[in-house]
């Protein structure tokens, strides 16, 4: 037995699925999962001496790839340190400044220890500035796993939502409203019949939890005016996006400015790190200013926040985005050609160096369209893909993340694999 298999057996015994979050189990592809001894630049190595050119990048955060020299010696030196004390410091001021810098629709913010978190806080926020009770959300979009987050629609669509999980209160569900993203017309038909009810819209600007799904023309620009116009708050969950898809997120890149947004995954380089922010007399409502409570023993953590800040520096170079691009459509353009020798249906969505493809010959603008996808295909291909060393998303509906650390040769070898993966070669 290898290794991976009897540390997977233990942990199963254990740990519920023997993993600490879902889709690390490969359920949604079967098989089991390998266990990770370490990792460097663009490449794991699993407990039993196996590698594999990673493309999930810890399903977002690694943008510089694992174990980069900085952010391991900025680590190393703070735990030197101390690793945490429940009090301010200098590092957490820095990282706000670097954060607002770059993204000027925050004007103060508050960090935490994880996307949920970061979504959670800031959907309390907006009930607790607005004094209104419903959200709107869109059908494939994740914000992590708050019970009022936790909703997508049922057959009722908009005036039934049915909770995703056990132990979410239909009570509490009722007040999320799921609608298909890039359906501006279903956002304008839900104002008009409840608008006064509405605290908040919170969107994915760039969906990447149901496989990369951009906005379309105008989709985010929509939102922005039917929010302003009914009095509701305008988040954006930046949780994936923020320093990826731009160095000023999403809202830079789309020309779109949010009333509040959460970030995590980059900004904590690898450590547990959220944030939420936005717009000075929302913030303000947040305890010891004003009324809306949260708080976290380990928020600001000075180990985290060496790790993002050493990672935000880093982004600072003026290339760096312009590479990303740059590999993330040389993977785009070797998925395609892969597909297209093979004759296998895909539609490769990419925006920067985030990406999906979907084994579907149509395009994915939402979450139905996304559906279709040969997911019995997408098993297949991502275990003949981990079969020659390419570790991707156990999980069609995910995305594919480049980093800086990955060359154009790492990104030729996995294009190459693709090909052998899909019987093109
Ligand atoms: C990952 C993610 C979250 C949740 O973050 P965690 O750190 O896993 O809690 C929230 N929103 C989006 C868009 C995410 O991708």
């Known amino acids: ?13 254990l740990i519920p699925g023997g993993v600490n979050s879902p889709v690390r189990a490969f359920r949604a592809v079967g098989g089991k999962p390998f266990f990770v001894a370490r990792a460097e630049g663009a490449r794991i190595w699993d407990v039993d001496g196996r590698s594999y050119l990673d493309f999930l990048g810890s399903w977002g955060p690694l943008i510089l790839g694992h174990a980069p020299a900085a952010v391991v010696e900025a680590v190393s030196e703070a735990a030197r340190r101390g690793t945490s004390y429940g009090a301010p410091t200098a590092s957490e001021v820095e990282i706000a400044e670097v954060i607002s810098r770059a993204l000027p629709s925050i004007e103060m913010l508050r960090l935490v220890s994880s996307g949920t978190e970061a979504a959670m806080s800031a959907i309390r926020l ?20 708050a019970d009022s987050l936790l909703v997508k629609a049922g057959s009722g669509g908009a005036t039934f939502s049915l909770p995703d ?17 890039n359906d501006l017309e279903a956002v304008r ?4 019949a409840r608008g006064s009810e509405i605290a908040a819209v919170i969107v994915e600007p760039v969906a990447g939890n149901m496989g990369v799904v951009p906005p379309a023309p105008g989709f985010l620009g929509g939102l922005r005016e039917l929010t302003t116009r009914h009095g509701a708050l305008l988040i954006f969950d930046e949780v994936i996006t923020g320093f990826r898809v731009a160095y000023g997120g999403a809202q830079s890149l789309y020309g779109v400015r949010p009333d509040l947004t959460c970030l995590g995954k980059i900004i904590g380089g690898g450590l547990p790190v959220g944030a939420y922010g936005g717009r000075r007399d929302l913030m303000t409502h947040v305890s010891p200013l004003g009324g809306v409570y949260q708080a976290g023993t380990l928020s600001g953590n000075p180990l985290a926040v060496a790790a993002g800040l050493a990672t935000l520096r880093a982004l600072q170079d003026p290339s760096a985005y312009r590479r990303l691009e740059a590999l993330g459509a040389r993977l785009q353009a070797g998925l395609e050609g892969a597909a297209r020798e093979a004759g296998v249906p895909l539609t490769v969505n990419r925006v920067g160096s985030m990406l999906t493809g979907f ?12 559906k279709p996808s040969d997911t019995a295909r ?10 020659r060393g390419v570790f991707l998303a156990a999980s069609q509906f995910e995305a594919a993340f480049v980093s ?3 060359s154009e040769a790492d990104i030729d070898s996995a294009a190459q694999a693709a090909r052998q993966a899909l019987g093109a070669a």
């Open 1 to 13: 037995m290898s290794q991976s298999d009897a540390l997977f057996e233990a942990a199963q015994r």
């Open 126 to 145: 907006a009930r607790g500035a607005t004094g209104r009770d419903a959200i709107v959300k869109f059908e494939g979009c994740y914000h992590g796993h």
């Open 165 to 181: 999980s056990a132990g979410v209160p239909p009570s509490l569900a009722a007040l999320t409203v799921t609608l298909p993203f």
């Open 189 to 192: 038909r839900t104002f008009d």
């Open 359 to 370: 084994f579907t010959g149509g395009a994915v603008t939402d979450f139905a369209s996304a």
């Open 378 to 387: 997408y098993a297949k291909f991502f275990h003949a893909m981990l079969a």
């Open 404 to 406: 800086l650390a990955h």
